[in-house]
Structure formats: C-alpha cells, structure tokens
C-alpha cells in the first residue's frame, strides 16, 4: 500500500490546515496483467507495485570508466535489446552523448563499438552518472517499391514486431548516426518472416510501412540493404494474432475501449498509442477491414464498439416517455401499453455519442398480444417502422445508417402503437452481422521513454454503455485479475 500512502500524503500536503484526506481503497487492489508474462514484452522490464507499472529497459550502467581511444565498454548488466547492430548513446542521457553501433558482444556485459570513443565516460562520482542508451535496433530495406511509391511505401525488415505509432530512424547517409530523421508509422503490413543469419535474431520480421511526414513521404531514394533503425519505445500487447486474448462478456452490450496509463509520481507523463484487434467467435478478425491491411487499428481513448448484442433487461434502465413495463420471470422486457395503447422509452442522450459513418444493426425478437406497429429511431436520423403480427414471433431488423453528413447519433428511441393495454415482449437484441466476442490490444510509449521514467499502464477496460441485471454486480477486466473497470463512461 506505499503507492496509495504516497498519495494521500501528497495530496494532504496541498490542503489547508484543517482539511484532510483519507484514501481507502475499493477492494484489493489487483495487477491488470499478473507478472507481464506474455512473450510480446519489448524494451521494457516487469515491475511490481500496487498496480501494473512498466519500467522502461533500455539503458545501462557502465560497470567501469568508458575510456577515450578505446572501442569496448563494460556493462553492470546488458539487458536482452543491446543486441548486434544496435544504435547505442553513451554519455549523461539519452539526448546528450556520443552515437555509436555495436559491432560484438564480448561476454554477457561488455560491448564492442565500431569506432573508439572520442572522451572518457566516468562510471561514478557524478551528480548525472553516465549511462548507455538504446537508441535504436537494426532494421535494413530489404526491397524497395515501384518508382512512384518508393518514398512513399518502405519495405523493411526488422529485429522486433512492429506496431503503427512506432517510429523509424531513416538516414541516406546510416553510417553518420547524427543525420537520421524520425518518421512515424501509420501502417505496418507484415509481409512474412525470414530466418536470422549470424548475429540476427533466429526470426527477422518483414513489413510492408507507410509512414507520415509533413510530405508524406521520405527524402531520398532508399536502396536494397540501406541501413536504418527502430527506435527504442516501450510497447506491450495482450494476445497472439489470430486469437482473441480477452473475451467480453455475453452480458456486455456495446462498450467503450480504453485504457489506463500515465506516470504517477515518479516522472512526467508519457504519451500512449493504443491499439486493438476484435475478434468474433470463430477466430476471425472483424476490423480487418478498418486497418488497410494490417493487425492493429490505432484506437483514441474511449473507443466506442458497437458490434455487440444488447439483452433485453437493458431496457429496464431506460426513461419511460409512454405506457409501462415489467421483466418477466423467463427473462424478458414486457411492454405494456397504456389506455391510448402506446408505449415509448428512449435512452434519453447517449454518451458519447455514436458515430454515423459505418452501418451498424440489430435483430429484436418480438411477440406481441395483438398487431402492433414499432417504431425505432436512432436520432437525428429517420424513424424505422415495423408491423408485428398478434401471437407469433416477428423479427425486426432497425438500422443505424451511414450519415452524408456525419451527425452523430444521440439518442435512441422505441416506440409501440397497438390495442389499448396490450403487451409485447421483447427479447435480447442480437447484433445484425459478425458480434466482437473477444478483443487483442496493445499499448505503446509514443514518446522516449528512459531509466527512471517509470510507465504507469499494463491497464485495459471496457465500460458497458448500457446499465443491465448483470452489470450491476459483474467486474469487466481483463478476464484474469478480476479488476473492476468501471460501469461510467468518463
């Protein structure tokens, strides 16, 4: 509990002399991602606390003075990224320093440069110790596109994965480490793998970039084997392609994406890229189409997904405008019409509101005492009229449409006109096409990220837009800490 202390202490540390603050914490506090055991864990190391923290790992302490003239340093410990053809920084920090490539790996903690160093780099006794910095990890072109892409779309081949937001280091001239230029990723298509030769890692990654830059595209003309480098970021992601990592509940109807990240006392905050994957429940990948051909979609904080059923006991949670209702022992909304025989609840304002540039649907099951006509409207749009028969299951299939105009969708309204004090039930609402049924996601530092800089994160939620039965007592997490996410959009 010494990070909730911290806290608390802090924060009375900015009250007045008669004020005070008592943090208690709402269960037991759990890790998002217990131990940060997946495989695909990269220039990070694992740190425990009370909540997931990673603490980035890439950089070094020298063991002993790096001296001038020579081209071997000396390590306490090399991490697993300080590989062959790294891009290394020595000096003060990340920023301040001389740029060299290791070109051997002598022992399990001391590195051979490709040039002698041009000053003497003191271990200890400095205010500002001297450390060894990742810069960057190899990466090469290994072919180059027809003329009129080739500076445009880059095909690379890389040590690591690599995920959009990563930044590549791009130089016609590799051998002057101060003149590479930084350029970010947009797209990363995986075109395959290869085999490592010697000094490589036993799998290198092939990609198909398209990077953004203020003409979109590079400035020179790259060559088959021109050298060039990833740069050090740290990136954690949860599920291997092709499977789903965290499955959402059958409860959960459509929700909010989001994640928890920042830094907390320890550093400034560290700008975060994330990214997700959803899948339905064969495996498929459904947003596929949304990422131009590549695994991750680049996702903004809160990120609405709409691709979900909604149970009928969520509409026990909406305002009643008409008539009356009550949920019936099997499990389903019963509307009741009134005298006038009408009926009507709406959502009242939905937040956030849902974008209109994709189509999207719903199958609702209904059975109704007499004919009745439905009305459901997604406003602003049109409304949707349906005719039920009496006594027999009808399925009605309301669309939210695609807006010429792009407005935003507000509320939600539905509506029954019928034989005065009827009822009709209503049944779950089953999404009209492939349902997400598990999602992948990843996280990523968009900005350097260093030593002390510890990055607060490892956190993934999802937030039900929607108040049902089940929501009231069930944790949406990661499917494993049992860490309770929230039920409020904010």
């Known amino acids: 509990m010494g990070r909730i202390k911290q806290i608390e202490n802090l924060v009375n540390n900015t009250l007045s002399d008669f004020s005070m603050v008592r943090m208690v914490v709402r269960g037991r506090p759990q890790y998002l991602d217990p131990a940060l055991d997946a495989p695909n864990l990269r220039f990070a190391t694992r740190r425990g606390s009370n909540f997931t ?55 399990p903690a001391q590195l051979q440069l490709d040039a002698p160093l041009l000053t003497t780099y003191v271990s200890s006794g400095l205010t500002t110790p001297n450390v060894v910095s990742l810069v960057g990890s190899p990466m090469k072109f290994f072919a180059v596109a027809g003329p009129s892409f080739q500076r445009q779309i880059l095909l690379m081949e890389s040590f690591f994965q690599v995920v959009p937001g990563d930044t590549l280091l791009l130089s016609p001239t590799p051998t002057v480490y101060e003149s590479f230029a930084h350029f970010s990723v947009t797209q990363a298509v995986p075109l395959g793998t290869r085999p490592g030769l010697p000094g490589e890692p036993l799998i290198v990654y092939r990609y198909q970039f398209q990077i953004a830059s203020p003409i979109n595209r590079i400035g020179f003309d790259p060559t088959v084997g021109l050298q060039a480098y990833l740069r050090a970021q740290p990136l954690y992601w949860r599920g291997p392609y092709g499977v789903g990592d965290i499955q959402l509940p059958g409860t959960l109807g459509p929700c909010l994406v989001d994640q928890f990240s920042g830094a907390l006392l320890i550093s400034n905050p560290v700008g975060t890229q994330l990214a997700i994957q959803t899948w339905d429940s064969f495996g498929t990948q459904l947003n596929a189409p949304l990422t131009g051909g590549q695994p991750w979609q680049t996702v903004d904080p809160n990120y609405l997904l709409l691709e979900r059923p909604l149970t009928s006991d969520s509409l026990l949670f909406w305002q009643r405008i008409a008539g009356s209702f009550q949920y019936q022992k099997a499990g389903f909304f019963q509307a009741l019409l009134g005298p006038d025989g009408r009926f009507c609840i709406s959502t009242d304002l939905l937040v956030p509101p849902w974008p209109s540039d994709r189509q999207h649907g719903w199958v609702i099951p209904l059975i109704s005492q007499g004919p009745v006509t439905v009305t459901v ?8 009229v349906f005719t039920v028969s009496a006594t027999q299951l009808t399925f009605i299939r309301p669309k939210l449409l695609v807006d010429p105009r792009r407005r935003p969708v507000t509320r939600m309204v539905l509506a029954i006109k019928g034989p005065p004090n009827s009822q009709v039930e209503i ?31 490892g956190g993934f939620c999802v937030k039900p837009l929607f ?5 009231l007592k069930a944790h949406y997490s990661d499917g494993t800490s049992r860490y309770n996410a929230g039920y409020l959009y904010n």
């Not at 790096?66 to 090399?78: E, M, P, Y």
Request: charge should be negative; hydrophobic fraction near 35%; charged fraction near 20%.
């Open 427 to 457: 049944r779950d609402w089953q999404y009209d096409g492939s349902a997400v049924n598990s999602i992948s996601y990843s996280m990523m530092a968009t900005q350097q990220c260093y030593g002390d800089h510890r990055w607060l994160g």
């Open 53 to 107: 923290s990673l603490l980035p790992d890439n950089q070094a302490q020298l063991s002993s003075d790096a001296l001038k003239a020579h081209d071997t340093i000396s390590l306490v410990t090399r991490p697993p990224w300080f590989d062959l053809g790294s891009l290394l920084r020595i000096g003060p920090s990340e920023e301040v320093g001389e740029l060299h490539r290791v070109v051997d790996l002598i022992g």
């Open 467 to 471: 108040f049902n039965l089940s929501s």
């Open 377 to 384: 409207q997604f406003e602003p749009q049109d409304m949707q």
